[in-house]
């Protein structure tokens, strides 16, 4: 079965410094990861996703994430936040063998930028 | 484009009350499906559709059912409310499978309460 830890619950940054947030998954098998972001009263949406490929992927509002097969993680990076960028951020994975209702989200992690 | 619109945004119910939750999409989706998210808890998948006329259970289905008649509709039906249900609920919607690396795309959400 496949799970997703996000290890920060919240995660408080000062605007333009670097930003981490980090996601682990457990799968036995390859899989897909996705990042979404939540606004405040909105829907999630996808930032970026990884299927294939280029381990670095590049997202939207200038994020990226890595993929790690080793270390079984998906952190995304920001290198300068602004105000906007507050919001909560979600990890997903699916499992390509498993079915089309195979997406595991994490928990969350609620990203606070300090002006 | 309106992608997934759902309603209402907010609703309080009493216990034992029933109520719908609507859903329609306008990208002509063939799948869709209802979220619940709680607090620190992440998204939890309530019932899927893979198509008109079809539907299937997800991890917290225990409350609630769901029709598909037409591609673009996807109604959540709450029978005998009860405070556990008190939640926010999306309603989504991916193109193929979300677990074959599909992007979902989610409505703004509906914060229903039981009292």
């Known amino acids: 079965a496949q799970s997703v830890t996000q290890l920060d619950s919240q995660v408080p940054v000062f605007e333009e410094a670097p930003v981490e947030l980090r996601c682990n998954y457990s799968?036995?098998?390859?899989?897909?990861l996705f990042w979404y972001v939540q606004y405040p009263n909105q829907g999630l949406q996808l930032l970026l996703k990884y299927l294939s490929g280029s381990t670095l992927v590049k997202g939207i509002n200038g994020f990226e994430a890595e993929f790690n097969k080793s270390q079984t993680s998906f952190h995304l990076r920001k290198p300068s936040v602004h105000i906007s960028d507050t919001a909560e951020y979600f990890c997903?994975?699916?499992?390509?063998?498993?079915?089309?209702?195979?997406?595991?989200f994490g928990t969350g992690t609620k990203l606070q930028v300090i002006p | 484009n309106a992608g997934v619109t759902q309603t209402p945004k907010f609703r309080i119910l009493k216990i034992g009350q029933s109520m719908t939750l609507q859903c329609t999409q306008d990208?002509?989706?063939?799948?869709m499906y209802w979220y619940r998210q709680d607090p620190g808890m992440g998204l939890k998948l309530i019932y899927y559709?893979?198509?008109?006329?079809?539907?299937d259970k997800g991890e917290v289905p225990n409350g609630y059912n769901v029709s598909r008649s037409t591609t673009e509709d996807f109604p959540l039906r709450l029978e005998l409310a009860a405070p556990s249900q008190t939640s926010v609920y999306f309603c989504?919607?991916?193109?193929?499978?979300?677990?074959?690396?599909?992007?979902?795309?989610f409505g703004e959400g509906s914060w229903l309460t039981v009292v």
């Open positions: 990208m002509n989706h063939n799948y």
């Open positions: 997903a994975v699916s499992d390509p063998s498993g079915g089309y209702q195979k997406v595991t």
């Open positions: 989504a919607s991916s193109y193929q499978g979300a677990g074959s690396g599909n992007t979902i795309y």
């Open positions: 799968s036995s098998v390859s899989v897909y």
């Open positions: 559709s893979v198509g008109a006329g079809i539907t």
